[in-house]
């Protein structure tokens, strides 16, 4: 079993930034790959960014390419989502959410671990 639990979220103009926190505990950290995923209201659950194990691979959807950037520390047991630019679209719940499986899935269906999700509005 892994816990994960999403910190950072928050309103904040179009164009500003924030930096979502995902704190993981229970089993090796190491061991998952970690995705970010965000739901907007009426919409499905999307995929944001990725990244591997050891840091040496990360994916993006393409509207978040340039103004996202997703990391970890493993010694922390935490991954992190930096968002710049952002836009009234990138409104939604951001999850993070842990995958033991081949690395760069972006079905959240393949991800085994989630957290409860923040809050990110975006004002226009």
């Known amino acids: 079993q892994v816990q994960l639990v999403e910190s950072g979220g928050g309103l904040v103009q179009a164009g500003g930034s924030l930096r979502l926190s995902c704190a993981a505990s229970?089993?090796?950290?190491?061991?998952?790959?970690m995705g970010w995923f965000r739901q907007a209201p009426g919409k499905e659950r999307e995929f944001v960014a990725a990244?591997?194990?050891?840091?040496?691979?990360?994916h993006y959807t393409d509207s978040v390419k340039d103004r996202f950037t997703i990391s970890r520390d493993n010694a922390k047991n935490t991954v992190y989502l930096q968002m710049n630019s952002l836009k009234p679209e990138d409104t939604a719940v951001y999850y993070c959410?842990?995958?033991?499986?081949?690395?760069?899935?972006?079905?959240?269906?393949?991800?085994?671990?989630w957290g409860q999700g923040t809050q990110v509005t975006v004002s226009s």
């Open positions: 229970g089993r090796t950290f190491s061991y998952y790959h």
């Open positions: 990244i591997s194990i050891f840091r040496t691979n990360t």
């Open positions: 959410a842990a995958d033991s499986g081949v690395f760069g899935s972006v079905l959240w269906s393949k991800y085994e671990y």
